[in-house]
């Protein structure tokens, strides 16, 4: 299994950029996905989720400007970002579980499979 995630950029304070991250080499409808990021000197942390293609689930450091979703039929979710703020800026990571539980939806030990990461730098 591959994840590979692309559609990090620079982008001024108040900006949006929207993330992909494609699937290959598996089956992935009743994959939990998500995404966490990791700024530098900073432990990775968790950012968004979709529960088994299901209910979604934020950070609170995004919660509201930040939008998760997937295309279950293309093997991609996507993370919509807006209102950009320059401490979102970080290496943006998607990731995909088989058996992913609500205890670990929000932990890195919760997914099995990673993408490399994109940067996104946000300019204030």
């Known amino acids: 299994v591959q994840l590979q995630a692309s559609g990090g950029g620079l982008v001024q304070t108040g900006g949006s950029l929207r993330l992909s991250c494609v699937a290959s080499g598996g089956t992935f409808s009743r994959q939990t996905w998500a995404w966490f990021r990791q700024a530098p000197g900073k432990e990775r942390e968790f950012v968004a989720a979709?529960?088994?293609?299901?209910?979604?689930y934020y950070g609170d450091s995004v919660k509201g400007r930040f939008t998760i979703s997937s295309a279950n039929a293309e093997n991609t979710v996507y993370l919509q970002m807006n209102s950009l703020k320059p401490e979102d800026t970080a290496v943006y990571y998607c990731a995909a579980g088989s058996g992913t539980i609500m205890s670990t939806l929000r932990q890195k030990a919760g997914y099995d499979y990673w993408g490399q990461g994109t940067l996104v730098t946000v300019s204030s």
């Open positions: 979709i529960f088994r293609g299901g209910i979604s």
